[in-house]
């Protein structure tokens, strides 16, 4: 399972934050992909600034499967350590024949 969340920074009214990507197991919540490539699977991974977008799934012609991700961040203020704006390419990639997209109320009905 693949979610974004955005966490603000400390000023309520300054443009900036964090955008963040989970990639948990959908049955255990366990951390399913290994971001910082250190061996071990990660629970989440900053991506950006900004508000994140939903993730989109393409198919490559070659028969893999890549998440992209956009961020925001419009005149990022100079407390805001992450500025960072457009579309990120997560380095998750999967075969398609392993993919399968499922809303969340397939999953619990």
């Known amino acids: 399972m693949y979610a974004t969340t955005f966490l603000p920074n400390d000023e309520a009214c300054v443009p900036g934050g964090y955008a963040r990507l989970y990639a948990l197991n959908y049955l255990t919540g366990a951390a399913a992909f290994d971001f910082d490539e250190d061996g071990g699977n990660d629970t989440s991974?900053?991506?950006?600034?900004?508000?994140?977008?939903?993730?989109?799934?393409?198919?490559?012609?070659?028969?893999?499967?890549?998440?992209?991700?956009?961020?925001?961040?419009?005149?990022?203020?100079?407390?805001?350590?992450?500025?960072?704006a457009g579309v990120t390419v997560t380095g998750l990639e999967f075969p398609v024949i392993n993919f399968f997209l499922r809303w969340w109320k397939e999953v619990f009905d």
């Not at 950006?48 to 925001?72: C, E, F, R, Y």
């Open 45 to 84: 991974k900053v991506i950006g600034g900004g508000i994140p977008s939903k993730q989109v799934v393409i198919i490559t012609t070659t028969g893999v499967a890549k998440l992209l991700i956009s961020t925001s961040s419009t005149n990022p203020d100079a407390d805001s350590e992450v500025t960072e």
